[in-house]
């Protein structure tokens, strides 16, 4: 193995971190990002079904062999036209297989900005450092944990931004249109109200990347599109789930004034 470069457990931690923010930036909600030892054929995983064999410990297929690296290399290789794929584009790309990477769709347009901004990405630990590190080594690449005001945040703005998800999947359905096909009103989202609710989680984001300055407008602009939220008495945003987010809200007030308070 004396081959392979000379990558320090410094550089993945650094590459996780990156393409774990990248990925928050553009979806508004936390970065699932880590890589570790699939179950099934060994490789480099960080999801199930693993994106190399298939394994998927419910049900699904067992692998014939164990993976290799050269099968990796060019996984990774060819996320991106030319063999020029790195570690980055090989992670977005596989979100191309999912059910919501619809044709015109919004999350189909932020996962192909995605994988334009990773092909600029550089620096990143190449395929042959990232096996031997995961599997060779056996460890995992993940970013490190949070503290509690960032977990009660990320919380509130999932409930808060993706409750209009919700009312996209309520507005894709065929019940809530009219026979002459015009659209129910049982579904109806205020004009900006969704921008607010985006520029909120935004601020958080920047909040929990490093900027102290924009915890406070975070918490104070989801807290409003959560009380105007309330006000619709919408069915597509359950009362408690809203609850739930402005109690996060409040928790992240007391961690931050506790912090703040001067020592007795």
């Given at each position: 193995m004396d081959d392979f470069p000379d990558h320090t457990a410094d550089l993945f931690d650094q590459a996780a971190e990156r393409i774990g923010r990248v990925y928050e930036q553009a979806?508004?909600?936390?970065?699932?990002?880590?890589?570790?030892?699939?179950?099934?054929?060994?490789?480099?995983?960080?999801?199930?079904?693993?994106?190399?064999?298939?394994?998927?410990?419910?049900?699904?297929?067992?692998?014939?062999?164990?993976?290799?690296?050269?099968?990796?290399?060019?996984?990774?290789?060819?996320?991106?036209?030319?063999?020029?794929?790195?570690?980055?584009?090989?992670?977005?790309?596989?979100?191309?297989?999912?059910?919501?990477?619809?044709?015109?769709?919004?999350?189909?347009?932020k996962v192909d900005d995605l994988i334009a901004e990773a092909a600029r990405m550089t620096d990143l630990p190449n395929a042959d450092a990232v096996w031997q590190h995961?599997?060779?080594?056996?460890?995992?690449?993940?970013?490190?944990?949070?503290?509690?005001?960032?977990?009660?945040?990320?919380?509130?703005?999932?409930e808060?931004?993706?409750?209009?998800?919700?009312?996209?999947e309520d507005m894709s359905r065929p019940s809530y249109y009219g026979s002459n096909g015009s659209y129910s009103t049982s579904v109806y989202v205020p004009t900006g109200l969704r921008d607010k609710a985006k520029e909120g989680a935004r601020l958080a984001v920047q909040a929990m990347h490093g900027d102290d300055d924009a915890w406070?407008?975070?918490?104070?602009?989801?807290?409003?599109?959560?009380?105007?939220?309330?006000?619709?008495?919408?069915?597509?945003?359950?009362?408690?789930?809203?609850?739930?987010?402005?109690?996060?809200?409040?928790?992240v007030r007391e961690i931050r004034a506790e912090a703040a308070a001067p020592a007795p």
């Open positions: 979806m508004l909600t936390r970065s699932p990002f880590h890589l570790s030892p699939c179950g099934g054929c060994g490789g480099p995983a960080f999801q199930q079904p693993c994106s190399l064999c298939g394994y998927y410990p419910m049900g699904g297929p067992d692998p014939r062999q164990p993976a290799t690296l050269d099968q990796f290399r060019r996984s990774v290789e060819n996320s991106m036209p030319g063999g020029t794929g790195n570690l980055a584009t090989w992670y977005f790309g596989n979100f191309r297989k999912t059910v919501a990477y619809k044709p015109h769709s919004s999350y189909k347009a995961v599997v060779v080594e056996g460890n995992r690449i993940r970013r490190p944990g949070v503290p509690a005001e960032a977990l009660f945040l990320w919380s509130a703005v999932f808060t931004v993706h409750a209009f998800d919700r009312a996209d406070e407008p975070a918490v104070d602009t989801l807290s409003k599109v959560i009380s105007e939220l309330k006000s619709l008495r919408a069915r597509w945003v359950p009362e408690g789930n809203l609850n739930s987010a402005q109690g996060n809200l409040d928790k």
